[in-house]
């Protein structure tokens, strides 16, 4: 009894039902929700305010080419996907802490993606995948581009310091 009321709790809440997809707890008063159609849509509880961010189609509505450091991600194997912010590998919102957090795409999945059962049919790359930060409105403060663990640090105290005003 306890569970269908946390479920009928959670779908009035998030307004989406388990059948319809997950909603996922992102702190901050964040929620993350992922439809089985596929679409991805940011809540920010406090603001009452919801922005889809990948639709069914994969296609990234939520983010505009200016939210891309193109300057990077074409040195990059296989960026064609962020010219037409189109998310078929991936794209996630990690947990938000100081107003932000990390985002990745993933622009190309590594070769393996496309072996079958024999190991045939695979391609000779690497994974392409990008990362930007993003705030609670949805906005992408720091733009999508390769980063290591010491730039996504370095660029976290940037995005930190560009939402506090």
Same mark, same amino acid.
């Given at each position: 009894?306890?569970? #269908?009321?946390?479920?009928?709790?959670?779908?009035?809440?998030? #307004?989406?039902?388990?059948?319809?997809?997950?909603?996922?707890?992102?702190?901050?008063?964040?929620?993350?929700?992922?439809?089985?159609?596929?679409?991805?849509?940011?809540?920010?509880?406090?603001?009452?305010?919801?922005?889809?961010?990948?639709?069914?189609?994969?296609?990234?509505?939520?983010?505009?080419?200016?939210?891309?450091?193109?300057?990077?991600?074409?040195?990059?194997?296989?960026?064609?996907?962020?010219?037409?912010?189109?998310?078929?590998? #991936?794209?996630?919102?990690?947990?938000?802490?100081?107003?932000?957090?990390?985002?990745?795409?993933?622009?190309?999945?590594?070769?393996?993606?496309?072996?079958?059962?024999? #190991?045939?049919?695979?391609?000779?790359?690497?994974?392409?995948?990008?990362?930007?930060?993003?705030?609670?409105?949805?906005?992408?403060?720091?733009?999508?581009?390769?980063?290591?663990?010491?730039?996504?640090?370095?660029?976290?105290?940037?995005?930190?310091?560009?939402?506090?005003?």
């Amino acid at each position: 009894m306890l569970e #269908g009321l946390k479920r009928v709790f959670r779908s009035f809440i998030t #307004g989406i039902s388990e059948s319809e997809g997950a909603s996922l707890y992102k702190g901050e008063g964040m929620l993350v929700h992922q439809t089985n159609g596929g679409e991805i849509i940011l809540e920010n509880t406090a603001a009452c305010k919801k922005i889809t961010i990948k639709n069914k189609d994969n296609v990234l509505t939520g983010i505009q080419l200016s939210d891309i450091d193109f300057d990077k991600v074409d040195l990059l194997e296989n960026p064609q996907n962020a010219h037409k912010l189109i998310a078929d590998y #991936g794209f996630g919102i990690e947990t938000f802490i100081n107003g932000v957090a990390l985002v990745w795409w993933t622009l190309y999945p590594d070769g393996r993606y496309f072996e079958d059962e024999d #190991g045939f049919g695979g391609e000779a790359c690497n994974e392409t995948t990008v990362y930007a930060f993003m705030d609670t409105q949805g906005k992408v403060v720091i733009p999508f581009q390769d980063m290591s663990g010491e730039e996504k640090n370095h660029y976290r105290k940037m995005a930190e310091e560009a939402v506090k005003g």
